[in-house]
């Protein structure tokens, strides 16, 4: 099993800039997809970025501009940089992780961190 706590939301203004943190705990060394993911209020969930086990990234175009991800693996922390923040940014925003082969799916999640920026 692992577990994801998320860390590093908050208000902030539109133009400003956060870094979203997601300690993983537990089995980590099972993992082998990780990604960021948020849900805006009446809105379905997205996805923003995924990341490999050996570090293959990949960011949602419409994101690339602003959202970057990375980790460090000897921290066993995702990261979600995130700038330029516009108010349409405001969503709860979720980590999670796979350990399964072949899963379309991922195995563990966050409890979320709420981001929201004001205008």
């Known amino acids: 099993q692992v577990q994801l706590m998320e860390s590093g939301g908050g208000l902030v203004q539109a133009g400003g800039s956060l870094r979203l943190s997601c300690l993983a705990t537990g089995s980590v060394s099972t993992i082998n997809f990780m990604g960021w993911h948020r849900q805006a209020p009446g809105k379905e969930r997205e996805t923003i970025a995924t990341m490999t086990y050996d570090d293959r990234k990949f960011v949602l175009t419409r994101f690339e501009d602003r959202f970057a991800i990375s980790r460090d693996a000897a921290k066993n922390t995702l990261y979600l940089e995130m700038k330029n923040l516009k108010p349409e940014d405001t969503a709860m925003y979720y980590c999670?992780?796979?350990?399964?082969?072949?899963?379309?799916?991922?195995?563990?999640w966050g409890q979320g961190t709420q981001v929201t920026v004001v205008s």
């Open positions: 999670a992780m796979r350990s399964t082969w072949g899963s379309p799916d991922f195995d563990y």
